[in-house]
Structure formats: C-alpha cells, structure tokens
C-alpha cells in the first residue's frame, strides 16, 4: 500500500483523470470546470451588469458539486494519502527557479513565496495572485473552456477549435514563463 | 442520489489532481521548461483513453446510468476566441500555476493564499461577460 503515499506516476494519474471525464457522461454531463466561474458570477448577482450572467444557474449546481468534492478530495489527498508533499521536478528546474529566487524549489507542493501566508501581506506576491486569477478567469471564458474543457474533453472529442485553444494555451504558458517570468522574478 | 455521485466524482478528481501533481505551481512551470514529461504523460494518457472512450460512446450507443442518450455538444467554430482567449488563460495558468479544477483543490489542502487567485478568476469572468460583444469572436 506504500504506493498510495508516494506521488502518482502520469500512467496512474492520466488513465484516473480520464475515468473521471467517462464517469461525467455516464451521469449525463460533461467535464469542464472552469464554467463554474461562470456560475458563481451568476449566484454573486452579476446577471444586473451583462445578459451572459443571466441564465438558469440552478441546472449547473451539479457541477458546483463537482467542485465541493474536488475540494474534499484535495483535503483527503493531502492530508490522508500523503507523508511528504514535496515534488521531485528536475533538478534543472529546481536550479533555475532558484537563480529566480524560489528558494522551495524541490522542497515544497507549491512555492512559499506565493502561496504561504506571507503572501498575502506582500504587494508583489498578491497583485501576481491577482493578475494570474484574471487572467485565468477571462481567458478561460473567452476561450469557451479550461485544460478540462478543451484539453482533456474537447480534444477526446477530437475538436479542432480545442486543439486551436491547447496551442493558444501553449503560447501563452511560454510567453509568460520565457518571456515574462525572467521580467517580473 | 444523483447528487451524491457527482460529489465522489469531484472527490476522485480531487485526490487525483492531488497525487499527480498537476495542482502543483512547480509541475507547470516545469511543463513549461520542457524539463519533464511528467505532465506530457498526464495529458497525452488521458486524451488517448479519452478519445476511445468518446468513440465507443459515439459508435456503440451506450446511454448514461440514468439510460438517458449521452450528448456531447461540438464545440462552435472560431478561430480567434480560441486563440486568443486561449493565449490569456495561459498567461494566467503559468503564472498563478492552477487552473480552473486544480485551484479548488489546493483550498482543500489549506493553501489560504489560492482564495485570492479563485476570487481573482471569477472576477477575471465577470470582467470578460462585461466586454464580451467587442471582442473578436
């Protein structure tokens, strides 16, 4: 059972992520995550400001369950299913980050520098949070789908408009850590 | 009852994001480095098994667990929506190192500083439903 500790190797994880998007269309839905946004804008009263948020949000509260559960999951990966959280990246990548100054490189689940509490009181910290949540947000929803949407079921669906969207994610992905990462770190 | 199954499911894709790595900031950036095939594999193993799947559902008329027929709407056609709201999202994926399933999983890992980036997104959604009809589409 030690291997449930351990992190899942991509043979483990792809074929997981996969069940998870049959399992949506044998309960009559499909995988996508980020309109949930979408809907959450909707609940928040935003339907007043713009036509787009005024729908029956009610028929996407399955999908708001998704989330919850996504949610308890992290909770039970974490907390249940893991001794050290750390992630073995590359070496490489481990040096470059620290030439950029993530010192948690190799060492932590997610950088300190953005994500512990600290963070929150630091103006650069914060306003990337900020700026990579817009971001993600807006070009998610003029892109019609996230990862989940256009990369795992749009392109099962053999859509040419997702495989346009992966390449655009791509693109921007490298602009930001080629281009602009060495810019703002 | 149907309720309860799409919260397992959630929690299965949770604990998935979770164990794979795929929620981790580190992994995308490495992704983005080509320094690893770690999230080449994720990717590239659940759209090959994907793609049967969809095929099997497609060709061999199975209905979902409730016997309804399965609908998997097509994606409009466009070029420069993709494209371009493609390229934003993945400013931000790099960045922020989450996307939209992910995100909400490190809240439940107790990552406090994720609320900022997921109260960031819903306004970056907000702000596109505002502007929508003058951008090329």
Redesign the interface.
């Known amino acids: 059972m030690d291997w449930i500790y351990e992190p899942w190797p991509w043979y483990v994880s792809g074929p997981m992520i996969a069940l998870v998007m049959f399992l949506l269309l044998m309960v009559g839905k499909n995988f996508g995550m980020s309109s949930n946004l979408r809907t959450m804008c909707t609940i928040c009263g935003a339907g007043k400001t713009s036509d787009f948020f005024r729908f029956d949000w009610k028929a996407q509260r399955w999908n708001l369950v998704v989330v919850l559960g996504a949610i308890i999951g992290g909770f039970i990966g974490s907390h249940f299913m893991t001794t050290d959280a750390a992630v073995a990246i590359n070496p490489d990548t481990v040096t470059d980050l620290k030439g950029l100054g993530f010192e948690s490189a190799g060492k932590a689940y997610l950088p300190t520098e953005l994500f512990d509490m600290n963070a929150l009181t630091d103006i650069k910290s914060l306003g990337l949070l900020i700026i990579g949540g817009i971001l993600v947000g807006f070009g998610t929803r003029y892109a019609g789908g996230c990862t989940s949407g256009h990369a795992i079921s749009g392109l099962s669906n053999l859509q040419f408009p997702s495989l346009i969207a992966v390449f655009g994610f791509f693109i921007g992905g490298l602009t930001m850590i080629h281009l602009i990462f060495p810019l703002i770190f | 009852m149907?309720?309860v199954?799409?919260?397992?499911?959630?929690?299965?894709?949770?604990?998935?994001?979770?164990?794979?790595?795929?929620?981790?900031?580190?992994?995308?950036?490495?992704?983005?480095?080509f320094?690893?095939?770690?999230?080449?594999?994720?990717?590239?193993?659940?759209?090959i098994?994907?793609?049967v799947?969809?095929q099997l559902?497609k060709r061999v008329p199975?209905k979902?667990?409730?016997g309804?027929t399965?609908?998997?709407?097509?994606?409009?056609?466009?070029?420069s929506?993709?494209?371009?709201?493609?390229?934003?999202?993945?400013?931000?994926?790099?960045?922020?190192?989450?996307?939209?399933?992910p995100?909400?999983?490190?809240?439940?890992?107790?990552?406090?500083?994720?609320i900022?980036?997921?109260?960031?997104?819903?306004?970056?959604?907000?702000?596109?439903?505002?502007i929508?009809d003058k951008?090329p589409h």
């Open positions: 149907r309720t199954s799409y919260l397992l499911i959630g929690i299965v894709f949770g604990i998935t994001m979770f164990k794979s790595e795929a929620a981790s900031w580190f992994r995308i950036y490495e992704m983005f480095k320094e690893s095939f770690h999230m080449y594999g994720i990717i590239g193993s659940t759209v098994i994907g793609i799947l969809v559902i199975i979902s667990f409730y309804e399965i609908q998997i709407p097509p994606k409009a056609k466009s070029f929506r993709y494209m371009f709201g493609g390229i934003l999202f993945g400013l931000g994926w790099a960045l922020a190192g989450a996307c939209p399933g995100m909400f999983t490190l809240v439940g890992v107790g990552y406090v500083p994720i900022v980036v997921i109260i960031a997104s819903i306004f970056g959604t907000f702000l596109y439903g505002l929508k951008l």
